[in-house]
T-cell receptor, first 114, second 115 residues
Framework: QKEVEQDPGPLSVPEGAIVSLNCTYS??????FMWYRQYSRKGPELLMY????GNKEDGRFTAQVDKSSKYISLFIRDSQPSDSATYLC??????????????FGKGTKLSVIP | KAGVTQTPRYLIKTRGQQVTLSCSPI?????VSWYQQTPGQGLQFLFE???????NKGNFPGRFSGRQFSNSRSEMNVSTLELGDSALYLC??????????????FGPGTRLTVT
């Protein structure tokens, strides 16, 4: 079993729809939970990060973490064609003195159709 | 502030050859991490350098190596290339990061094709 599981999609939605992206994980040592967005031919860029269970909102984006279920979600409201990209979840844990390591999901490719 | 830059952007090599990729972090960032991204395995951590020392390593064979210079610029080397090494290699830099969260900023990547 991989430490982080993410449905690769692809996911296609009409403009204005609410998008739900999810990841599950197995390692309780993960402390930070992140969502990255990656456009074609670009490197990933950080959208949001959370530390504890609960919700965090930033504009049209809401990140949700449920540590008891080892489940994280990203919701996109009023989706726009410019949201079309691959979304990767990532989780961070300590990996030795003064160091940490990120583990990524495989990414979900999202297309928002005008 | 200039972002993370990686050179070259595209590279084609033959099996058995070796390759060196370069990464220039954001000014002031001392931590540089390298990742391999493939459709099958996704984004996988290779190693991290901080102040010229490798302080973390992923599960890749010894053919993958790296180094960091005093100006924080980093290089990674892959020797005896295999077809399976074809991937997008991403470099990310950050200020540091232990208990506090510091964002990693990714470069655009180097697309390596091994034939």
């Amino acid at each position: 079993q991989k430490e982080v599981e993410q449905d690769p999609g692809p996911l296609s939605v009409p403009e204005g729809a609410i998008v739900s992206l999810n990841c599950t994980y197995s390692n309780s040592a993960f402390q930070y939970f992140m969502w990255y967005r990656q456009y074609s031919r670009k490197g990933p860029e950080l959208l949001m990060y959370t530390y504890s269970s609960g919700n965090k909102e930033d504009g049209r984006f809401t990140a949700q973490v449920d540590k008891s279920s080892k489940y994280i979600s990203l919701f996109i409201r009023d989706s726009q064609p410019s949201d079309s990209a691959t979304y990767l979840c990532a989780m961070r844990r300590r990996s030795g003195a003064g160091s940490y390591q990120l583990t990524f999901g495989k990414g979900t490719k999202l297309s928002v159709i005008p | 502030k200039a972002g993370v830059t990686q050179t070259p952007r595209y590279l084609i090599k033959t099996r058995g050859q070796q390759v060196t990729l370069s990464c220039s972090p954001i000014s002031g960032h001392r931590s540089v991490s390298w990742y391999q991204q493939t459709p099958g395995q996704g984004l996988q951590f290779l190693f991290e350098y901080f102040s010229e020392t490798q302080r973390n390593k992923g599960n890749f064979p010894g053919r993958f190596s790296g180094r960091q210079f005093s100006n924080s610029r980093s290089e990674m080397n892959v020797s005896t290339l295999e077809l399976g090494d074809s991937a997008l290699y991403l470099c990310a830099s950050s200020l540091a990061g232990t208990e506090v969260f510091y964002e990693q900023y990714f470069g655009p990547g180097t697309r390596l094709t091994v034939t």
